[in-house]
């Protein structure tokens, strides 16, 4: 599959992305732990089917330590008993702050205050914008049919 745009060689996107890089970077800096970052980016992805951004945090998760059987596990992770209390919590939350359009009530109170249990203000900050971030560049490449499958760890980091 080839990509219908080559968002690195136009100069918009080269502005525009410059920012996004700097909003991902800071939501890498945050208190948000690394293994519940990667958790969520890879959950949102699945969801929204996009294979480039699968394959980015499939790859930046393992190279951080993240075992194979907790990343094939996210799929099913309510099922699964290799998550903590506090990555169900956040898995919970970007699955509904992902599906809101099918869920007319957006994040439910339950799902917040679940997650809002097991992190601070400062945390749910970065959950949201994580959430949120994902979304927007699952739908980026998605619309542009980005490839999946050459991507190294920590490239774009």
């Given at each position: 599959m080839d990509a219908r745009l080559n968002f690195l060689a136009a100069p918009t996107a080269g502005?525009?992305?410059k920012h996004l890089m700097s909003a991902g970077k800071a939501l890498k800096e945050s208190p948000l732990p690394t293994?519940?970052?990667e958790l969520v980016a890879l959950r949102v992805s699945q969801?929204?089917?996009?294979?480039v951004c699968v394959d980015m945090h499939t790859k930046d998760a393992a190279?951080?330590?993240e075992t194979s059987v907790r990343l094939n596990l996210v799929a099913?992770?309510?099922?699964?008993t290799v998550f903590t209390e506090a990555e169900?919590?956040?898995l919970a939350l970007a699955e509904e702050g992902t599906r809101v359009a099918d869920a007319a009530g957006g994040v439910s109170d339950e799902v917040w205050i679940h997650a809002a249990k097991h992190y601070d203000d400062e945390q749910l900050v970065a959950l949201v914008f994580l959430v949120s971030f994902m979304n927007l560049a699952n739908r980026m490449n998605i619309i542009t049919r980005q490839p999946a499958g050459a991507y190294q760890p920590g490239q774009f980091h």
């Amino acid at each position: 599959m080839d990509a219908r745009l080559n968002f690195l060689a136009a100069p918009t996107a080269g502005r525009a992305l410059k920012h996004l890089m700097s909003a991902g970077k800071a939501l890498k800096e945050s208190p948000l732990p690394t293994a519940t970052q990667e958790l969520v980016a890879l959950r949102v992805s699945q969801i929204n089917g996009c294979a480039v951004c699968v394959d980015m945090h499939t790859k930046d998760a393992a190279a951080a330590g993240e075992t194979s059987v907790r990343l094939n596990l996210v799929a099913a992770w309510r099922e699964a008993t290799v998550f903590t209390e506090a990555e169900r919590a956040a898995l919970a939350l970007a699955e509904e702050g992902t599906r809101v359009a099918d869920a007319a009530g957006g994040v439910s109170d339950e799902v917040w205050i679940h997650a809002a249990k097991h992190y601070d203000d400062e945390q749910l900050v970065a959950l949201v914008f994580l959430v949120s971030f994902m979304n927007l560049a699952n739908r980026m490449n998605i619309i542009t049919r980005q490839p999946a499958g050459a991507y190294q760890p920590g490239q774009f980091h």
